[in-house]
């Protein structure tokens, strides 16, 4: 039986834990309330697993925490719209190659700034000015065919050099990023990255999980299109898909 001490302590638990968590919540999402000082690092407590040397494709196991997806899927829920396809020439068409909402998400805001510095540092302290954020969204019957992030003929010159697409939430099979132009053969390899990877696919496949993320460059170092870095959102057969991309946007010109 419980004394009447643990049983008051348990009623006032019962009834401030739920009173309490949305508002320290709030307090946290606008970074009143820094709780990574003491539970989280600020610089968030991912790691890392080259995937491939060169070019450079890399895994990031937790690069988003849970309380920032958390805040990330609530702040890109009322700004997704569908997504457009980009052409050379700047215009954007809809098309069934992408069947995906997404939302590009405010780099003013402090935990989309957050996760920009920390893209930017993990390329070696970066500029994280350079950094644009995009969620996008898949339901049932989602996905996005194999595309390139970039091109050099972009009509304003912006090219997206390399990027980090992170899992903020997943409910589906066999539907994270694929990579055509990767051959994989994971066989002589620890059954760990089965974890991450799908090991059974003969190119390079990721596994949708959340707070998880992989690294690619788009960019060669003279400017030109990686042949590796050739994507896509796997169909969404049942269930759903929310990512991020943290893409590092360089100028035409600075490859001159
Ligand atoms: O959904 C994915 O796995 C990849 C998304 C993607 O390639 C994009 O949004 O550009």
Redesign the pocket.
């Known amino acids: 039986m419980l004394g009447k001490q643990s049983m008051l302590n348990v009623v006032l638990t019962a009834v401030l834990v739920p009173f309490l968590y949305p508002h320290c919540l709030r307090l946290y999402n606008h970074g009143a309330l820094d709780l990574d000082h003491w539970w989280w690092r600020k610089n968030g407590s991912y790691t890392v697993r080259m995937v491939m040397a060169v070019p450079p494709v890399i895994h990031l196991e937790n690069f988003v925490t849970p309380l920032e997806r958390q805040y990330l899927l609530r702040l890109a829920e009322p700004l997704f719209e569908r ?1 457009y396809v980009m052409l050379d020439n700047g215009s954007a068409l809809l098309d069934n190659a ?1 069947i ?1 909402s ?1 939302a590009y998400l405010p780099l003013g805001d402090p935990i989309v700034r957050r996760i920009a510095q920390r893209a930017a540092e993990f390329q070696g302290y970066m500029d994280a000015d350079r950094v644009d954020v ?1 969620a ?1 969204a ?1 339901a049932e019957g989602g ?2 065919k194999p ?1 390139y ?1 970039t091109s050099p003929d972009d009509a304003n010159g912006r090219q997206r050099k390399s ?1 980090i ?1 992170v ?1 903020l939430d997943a409910k589906c099979e066999k ?4 990579f055509p132009n990767i051959k994989a053969d994971w066989s002589g390899f620890s059954k760990e990255w089965c974890k991450h990877l799908e090991c059974d696919e003969s190119v390079l496949a ?1 596994r ?1 999980v959340p707070g998880s993320a992989l690294f690619w460059e788009n960019l060669d170092s003279a400017g030109n299109v990686l042949d590796t870095s050739l ?4 169909p969404v057969i049942s269930g759903h ?1 929310v ?1 991020l ?1 943290v893409w590092t946007m360089v100028h035409r010109d600075e490859y001159a």
Not at 175 to 178: A, L, R
Request: with cysteine.
């Open positions: 997504s992408r995906s997404s995009q996008t898949y996905h996005f595309h992030d990027t697409f899992i539907c994270g990023t694929i990721t949708a994507h896509g959102g796997r898909k990512g991309n």
